[in-house]
C-alpha cells in the first residue's frame, strides 16, 4: 500500500499534469500559486515531468529585460497521442487526439450497433482505420479511449445492459480493444466523457462547475463540480431521464425526447421514409412550411427539453450548463423555445447560470471525450510511474 507521502505526491503530480493541459504557457510560480503547493514541491514534479519527457519549457526572448523572468510550462505536443472511439446505437465514431485538444483526424461510420456483434465488428473498424491515419501522420498511439452509454463499470471497462441495449449486457469492449491493438484501453460514460472534453479543450476551461446536457440519441448529461467529473457513489451521476413526477418519467429521455422520436414524428407531417439528420430538410421544412401542427410539435418538445434542462440546473446549481448533441444543428428553431423556458424557469431572482453551445462538432463529441478521458490517464499513470 503507498504511503501517505507517496499518494500526496500522485495527487500533485496529477493536479499539475491537468492544470498544464487546460492552461499551458504558466511558470512555476503561476502554478505553486494557482494550485497552493510550495515552490520546491511544484519545481521536484516539474523536473520529473521534463525529465520524463512529459513538459517542456518554453524558451522566451529575454533581451532588454532585467532580472531572470519566469519560464513558462507546457505539456510536450509529442507527450502522447490517443484514439477515442464513441459507440453509439447507430454509429461508431473515431478521432486521433493530440495533448493540446487537437483533432488529427477524424472518421464516422453509421451502421447499427444494436447486437454486440455488430458493436464489436464497428469497433475494432474504426480502431484499425484511426491507427493506418495515425501511422500516416508517423504517430503510435499510446492508447485508446472508448465512450458508450452506461451503465458502465469504467475500472473493469464493462458495459451494462444501457437502455435499448439489451444485448450489450457484460459487453467488455475495454479488454476486447486491449486484446485486439495491445495498447491500454479505457472507458467512460459518453456523457461523461463529454463534460471532460469540454472541461479540458472547450467551453468549460474556465468554469469550476457546470452540467453538459446532451440532447441526441437520449437525454445524457455529464457534470462537472470544483473541476473534476462527478460520478456518483456507485459509478453514475447525471441520468435525469428516470426523474418522474407524478408516476411518469419526465419524459423517457431515451425514447421520447431521442433524434429518433423527433424524426420519426416529422416523417409523418413530411410523408417521407428517409431523412438525413444534419441536412437542411428538417431546418428548411419548419422554416417555411405552413404546416403548423408540425411546428406545434416540435415546439413542445424543445419547450419541454429547456424545462428538463432548467430541473438539472435547479438541482445542481452550476456556474453553467452546456447544451450539446446534434439536436442543436437546428439552431434559433431549438435554442429559442429551449432559452426561453430555461431561463423562465431558472430559481433565484437574478439567474446568473449560464447558457452556453458546445465547443465540439456534434457528430464526434463523445469520441474527443473518450480521447480526452484516455490521455488524461496514460499521461498522470506515464508521469506517476
Same mark, same amino acid.
Given at each position: 500500500m503507498s504511503s501517505r507521502p507517496e499518494d500526496l505526491r500522485?495527487? @500533485? !503530480? +496529477?493536479k499539475i499534469v491537468k !492544470?498544464?493541459? &487546460?492552461?499551458? @504557457?504558466?511558470s512555476r510560480v503561476e502554478l505553486a500559486r494557482k494550485l497552493n503547493l510550495?515552490? !520546491? !514541491?511544484? +519545481?521536484s514534479i516539474i523536473n520529473k515531468l521534463i525529465s520524463l519527457g512529459i513538459v517542456e519549457e518554453i524558451e522566451k526572448d529575454n533581451s532588454g529585460s532585467i532580472g531572470k523572468s519566469p519560464v513558462p510550462l507546457r505539456i510536450k505536443s509529442d507527450a502522447a497521442s490517443v484514439i477515442? &472511439?464513441?459507440? =453509439?446505437?447507430?454509429d461508431t465514431s473515431g478521432v486521433l487526439l493530440n495533448p493540446d485538444g487537437k483533432v488529427l483526424e477524424s472518421i464516422i461510420i453509421h451502421e447499427s450497433n444494436r447486437k454486440k456483434e455488430d458493436a464489436t465488428k464497428n469497433l475494432l473498424k474504426v480502431i484499425e482505420i484511426m491507427l493506418s491515419k495515425a501511422h500516416e501522420h508517423g504517430i503510435e498511439p499510446n492508447a485508446i479511449g472508448i465512450g458508450a452509454p452506461g451503465p458502465i463499470d =469504467?475500472?473493469?471497462g464493462v458495459i451494462y445492459s444501457p437502455s435499448g441495449l439489451p444485448d450489450w449486457e457484460n459487453f467488455n469492449v475495454a479488454q476486447i480493444a486491449q486484446d485486439a491493438f495491445n495498447r491500454k484501453t479505457y472507458l467512460i460514460n459518453d456523457a461523461d466523457g463529454g463534460a471532460l472534453a469540454e472541461r479540458f479543450f472547450g467551453n468549460g476551461k474556465e468554469l469550476s462547475s457546470f452540467v453538459d446536457i446532451f440532447f441526441d440519441e437520449g437525454i445524457g448529461c455529464g457534470i462537472v463540480l470544483d473541476g473534476e467529473i462527478y460520478r456518483g457513489a456507485f459509478g453514475y451521476s447525471g441520468e435525469f431521464d428516470y426523474l418522474a413526477f407524478l408516476g411518469k418519467s419526465i419524459g423517457k429521455g431515451e425514447d421520447y425526447f431521442s433524434l429518433e422520436k423527433v424524426l420519426s414524428e416529422l416523417h409523418i407531417f413530411l410523408g417521407k @421514409?428517409?431523412?438525413q439528420f444534419g441536412s437542411s430538410d428538417i431546418k428548411e421544412y419548419l422554416e417555411n412550411s405552413k404546416n403548423m401542427e408540425a411546428k406545434k410539435k416540435f415546439e413542445e418538445i424543445y419547450t419541454e427539453l429547456g424545462r428538463i434542462a432548467s430541473i438539472i440546473s435547479n438541482l445542481i446549481g452550476p456556474e453553467a450548463v452546456i447544451v450539446s448533441g446534434r439536436m442543436i444543428e437546428?439552431?434559433?428553431?431549438f435554442m429559442k423555445p429551449f432559452k426561453d423556458v430555461f431561463f423562465k424557469l431558472q430559481f433565484g431572482r437574478e439567474k446568473k447560470v449560464r447558457l452556453i453551445k458546445g465547443a465540439f462538432p456534434q457528430n464526434i463529441t463523445y469520441a &474527443?471525450?473518450?480521447?480526452? @478521458?484516455?490521455l488524461l490517464n496514460h499521461v498522470i499513470e506515464k508521469s506517476i510511474a
Open positions: 500522485i495527487r @500533485n !503530480t +496529477s !492544470t498544464l493541459i &487546460i492552461n499551458p @504557457n504558466l510550495t515552490k !520546491t !514541491t511544484i +519545481s477515442g &472511439i464513441g459507440l =453509439e446505437r447507430k =469504467e475500472k473493469a @421514409n428517409q431523412l437546428l439552431g434559433d428553431l &474527443i471525450g473518450a480521447a480526452t @478521458n484516455a
